[in-house]
């Protein structure tokens, strides 16, 4: 082992965990008895809810802040090697039966696996590493990979569009003082722009691998959320100016739509700082990782033993990883959803930025015909087809950001944002057809039933969707792993 030459000033990575254990655990629990680090703290033990599994290569800071910034909501106690294991003591014997090990029986305990990765190789070229997930995925368990916490980055891209978004507010209000000296018409270009801009942001995410000269992914999308924050502010201030002039209830329907748009903006940008978390995250899993079977291992019998039992299903635990790999977790639906062919990656992704579009869009379009339907300006039937679609709506946004999984929650909202594209076009292309057909623009009952019945229709249709999940629709016979891709997360529209 090679001196561990870490930094006394740094409070990022810090020593790796062989240094701790040397120089810290070992001699602790030498004093105790040679019991270890958890049975000092714990001593009648505690139910082992989180498997923790990682390299030791990893720096104590660095393993640290990544557990506690990942760990699972509603689990209490974890294991983890280092401090769960006597280190004093020949933890060798413990694993000459590798299913007999401590290892096995805390994960047959555990209901959650959650891997660290580490800034220096990949926990995968370690067979120990190897054997635990291949024991995580054996019982079905939940395999979550550790993130960085991404805190101060995300306040610091935050701070920076606030610097748009006040700049935007300023611009807004001074073109309406001098747009009303010089009873200009007002613009029409603000609207289309931030469409434009919201559309550009998308494919952005199609660009794989490092970046280009000429599409410096990140830093083009850091511009366009810049861009595209500056437009909605100033369109947002440019109403708020027109509504102290005139009657406020005029205005809230466009303020309520700008605010979707700088919402949008701002998440997106949270959602720019999370993929380059993700990204990184990943190049670690990745970092020196060829295959299962060049895994390493400092014991040639421990060795010997884990390859034994895993020989026959070596294939599959490459399978395992590399899905592990791509979407950063692995659950039973998720790995029943790959075993039918769909694309998986970033499943467990929850995009924000679209979160506040789809969700934005869906209530105000709704709210907007409620009101018609309140007013006596829209079909009864359509009306009620209206009350009952947003009701469900609400119902199932509850249950799905409340009650369900983060694979369940990330598809919903991959699916939701979708499918209210879809009812804007379809909608737009039925307007379009008509007044090309007859020259005249629909009248308000015409508008009115061909809002409900698209808002309708894709709702029921999106809430079909999220029922099914990935897992249902990867199921449907012969299309099943192409709509998973084309409606799920792993979509580059998705972010």
């Known amino acids: ?58 720096g104590i800071f660095e ?44 994960l047959d305990s555990a209901t959650h696996m959650l891997v660290v990765p580490n800034q220096s190789t990949s926990i995968y070229s370690r067979l120990l590493c190897v054997y635990e997930a291949y024991l995580a995925f054996s019982m079905d368990r939940v395999i979550l990979t550790a993130t960085a916490p991404i805190r101060r980055r995300v306040l610091r891209c935050l701070a920076w569009q606030c610097l748009f978004l006040v700049m935007g507010l300023i611009a ?5 003082q001098v747009d009303e000296k010089k009873h200009h018409k007002k613009p ?27 599409c410096p992914k990140f830093p083009l999308l850091l511009a366009i959320n810049s861009l595209g924050m500056f437009l909605a502010s100033a369109s947002l201030g440019q109403i708020l100016a027109e509504a102290a002039l005139e009657s406020v209830a005029t205005c809230k329907q466009g303020v309520t739509f700008y605010l979707i748009f700088f ?58 990883i590399v899905m592990l790999r791509s979407s950063g977790m692995s659950t039973p639906a998720l790995r029943e ?7 998986v990656r970033g499943a467990g992704n929850i995009s924000y930025s679209n979160l506040c579009f789809s969700m934005g869009m869906w209530f105000l379009l709704q709210g907007l015909y409620l009101g018609l339907a309140l007013d006596g300006k829209s079909p009864g039937l359509l009306s009620i087809w209206i009350i009952l679609s947003l009701a469900f709506l609400v119902m199932c946004s509850l249950w799905w950001f409340v009650r369900a999984s983060s694979v369940q929650r990330a ?66 016979p012969l299309c099943g792993p192409w709509l998973t891709g084309l409606l799920g997360p792993a979509n580059s529209l998705c972010w």
């Open 411 to 476: 598809f919903a909202v991959a699916v939701s944002s979708k499918f209210a594209i879809l009812a804007m076009a379809t909608l737009l292309f039925v307007m379009a057809a008509m007044i090309e057909s007859t020259g005249i623009f629909p009248d308000a009952d015409q508008h009115a039933a061909y809002w409900g019945a698209s808002i309708g229709g894709y709702t029921a249709l999106t809430c079909l969707c999220c029922h099914l999940g990935l897992a249902g629709i990867a199921r449907i």
């Open 263 to 320: 919402g949008y903006f701002l998440l997106s940008e949270v959602d720019r700082v999370r993929a380059t978390r993700q990204i990184e995250e990943a190049r670690c899993l990745s970092r020196g990782f060829t295959s299962v079977q060049n895994a390493d291992c400092s014991s040639p019998a421990d060795a010997l033993q884990i390859q034994q039992e895993i020989q026959r299903e070596m294939a599959e635990v490459d399978e395992a």
């Open 172 to 176: 807004g209000i001074s073109y309406h």
């Open 188 to 214: 029409v270009w603000a609207l289309p722009a931030m469409m434009l801009l919201g559309f550009l942001s998308k494919p952005v995410h199609m660009c794989k691998g490092p970046d280009k000269w000429w």
């Open 63 to 106: 393993l640290i802040d990544k557990v506690v910034y990942s760990w699972p909501v509603g689990n209490k106690a974890a294991y983890c090697c280092v401090f769960s294991n006597p280190q004093t003591l020949d933890i060798a014997s413990l694993l000459r039966i590798p299913r007999e090990s401590p290892f096995a029986k805390s």
């Open 337 to 343: 959803a790959f075993l039918h062919g769909a694309d």
């Open 1 to 58: 082992m090679e001196a561990d030459n870490f930094d006394v000033a740094d409070n990022k990575i810090g020593p790796n965990m062989y240094t701790v254990s040397a120089q810290y655990v070992q001699p602790l629990a030498q004093k105790a008895g040679s019991m270890s680090w958890a049975l000092m703290r714990n001593p009648e033990g505690l139910k082992c809810d989180l498997f923790i599994t990682h390299g030791w290569i990893e």
